[in-house]
């Protein structure tokens, strides 16, 4: 069951919807159908966030890391 986001043409409101099988979303601001399909960023989540974001922190740390560029330097 995918969630959709929107934004309704007649109030402007943006929201979200979740949409099950031939369903038609509505404003639930204004009831309008006049609505449009928004492109959305998604989320993605991995069992390696807590090493990757411990790499990121060694970095940020790194008297390198404000090297044009980037470090470059292999640790």
């Known amino acids: 069951m995918p969630l959709?986001?929107?934004?309704?043409t007649g109030c402007g409101n943006k929201f979200e919807v979740l949409i099950r099988?031939?369903?038609?979303?509505?404003c639930p601001k204004c009831g309008s159908d006049r609505i449009e399909k928004c492109l959305s960023v998604f989320a993605v989540s991995t069992k390696a966030a807590p090493a990757a974001q411990q790499a990121a922190d060694a970095c940020a740390a790194c008297p390198h890391a404000t090297a044009p560029g980037g470090c470059g330097i292999a640790h």
């Open 21 to 26: 099988g031939s369903e038609k979303a509505h």
């Open 4 to 8: 959709f986001e929107y934004e309704c």
